[in-house]
């Protein structure tokens, strides 16, 4: 009977002490440590564990910078290391930049959209015709927004939102029907950004604001030859976008704004 009561005891004062133990604090660390980054991608680094004030730098800007709230952007290909600093602690997290090796055409070797690049277009599986399209310009960000102001008709970007813009020269070179040069370069469905990996969907697009045609009301003949331009309002921060064209029944070649 006394063991009993004594184990009793033990026990008892083994779940007193957990009882009374303070709930561990959540350690403070970066959501990642180490992480691979194409030219022109952007990445949200954070700091878990605290809700106090975090300071952040760059060992190496030229290759990736980083905003007040964290968000890094590669600039170019070599290392960095990004440092958040919180009450006195500091956290580490290695950065490599990548450039993209160009010419396949596939997701992870997208072709540079400013060559001449020549395909068969297919529509929902059906080939309609040979063209050549080459993007002349683009821009994001501030330059694309000073552009579209010249319509006011343009909506103002959010503060989550830029306008993207493209100018391109497209030939049919051979074929029987007309196409629309919005099927060919189809901004609603088939732009993505920089990783190829998140497809970017227009919350609005650029009304006519310059003395080229519209992308979006074009329409080609076989033989014809023109340059017309675009600016779409789209999430913030991926560019350099790359975009796809279906060049055979099933599959899509995809191309690059990255220089």
Known sequence: ?????SLFLVL??????????????AAVKLNI?????????????????????VTWKSSKKSVATVSKKGVIQAQASGKATITAKVSGKKLRCKITVKKRALGRGTK?????????NTFTFYEEGKKKG????????????????????????????????????FKFKICYLSGSQTIEAKDIFNYYYNIFGANSTRQLTNQDWGF????????????????????????????????????????????????????
Do not use: H
């Open 130 to 165: 040979k063209f050549s399209i080459k993007l002349l310009r683009f821009e994001s960000g501030e330059k694309a927004a000073a552009m579209a102001k010249n319509n006011s008709a343009n909506p103002k970007p959010a503060q989550n939102q830029e306008y993207i813009y």
């Open 108 to 116: 992870a070797s997208p072709k540079s959209a400013y060559n001449t």
């Open 208 to 259: 006519f604001f310059e003395p080229v045609d519209d992308l979006g009301t074009t329409v080609l003949s076989p033989g014809n030859k023109i340059t017309c331009s675009k600016a779409i309002l789209v999430e913030k921060g991926y560019a350099p976008i790359t975009f796809r064209i279906q060049t055979k029944k099933n599959s899509y070649t995809w191309f690059t704004t990255e220089k």
């Open 1 to 5: 009977m006394k063991k009993t009561l």
């Open 33 to 53: 440590t180490k992480k691979t980054l194409y030219v022109g991608n952007s990445y949200q680094l954070k700091v878990k564990g605290t809700s106090k004030k």
């Open 12 to 25: 008892g004062i083994i779940g007193n002490l957990f009882l009374a133990a303070p709930p561990a604090k």
